[in-house]
Nanobody, 126 residues
Framework: VQLVESGGGSVQPGGSLRLSCAASGYTSTTNCMGWFRQAPGKEREIVAATYAALNRTHYVDSVKGRFTISQDNVNNTVYLLMNSLKPEDTAMYYC?????????????????????WGQGTQVTVS
């Protein structure tokens, strides 16, 4: 699986951005996708994840109601729509993919359960 992120940039607080992750070499029925972020000096953390075949999504509490993850299976692209952005959302955002079987035991939020990663796209809110 190859993942290429785009859509990052600089925005003022309260603004919006939509990140895209173009994926190749995967099937939506067996692959689960996630968006992670990593701020300077901090560990990489989950933001949102989706199991498209079951129409299931998950979000970390800090972004619930502001971010939306979605998947376009025709274009093999996963999106992260980010509204009401805050300075604390500033980070490098990474797209990740894994076999959904690795989500066992609530593993959707665990970085170690994801196999393939993109290079990241920077989001700055200030």
């Amino acid at each position: 699986v190859q993942l290429v992120e785009s859509g990052g940039g600089s925005v003022q607080p309260g603004g919006s951005l939509r990140l895209s992750c173009a994926a190749s070499g995967y099937t939506s029925t067996t692959n689960c996708m996630g968006w992670f972020r990593q701020a300077p000096g901090k560990e990489r953390e989950i933001v949102a994840a989706t199991y498209a075949a079951l129409n299931r999504t998950h979000y970390v509490d800090s972004v619930k109601g502001r971010f939306t993850i979605s998947q376009d299976n025709v274009n093999n692209t996963v999106y992260l729509l980010m509204n009401s952005l805050k300075p604390e959302d500033t980070a490098m955002y990474y797209c990740a993919a894994t076999d959904c079987s690795l989500w066992y035991g609530g593993g959707w939020f665990r970085r170690t359960r994801y196999i393939d990663w993109g290079q990241g796209t920077q989001v700055t809110v200030s």
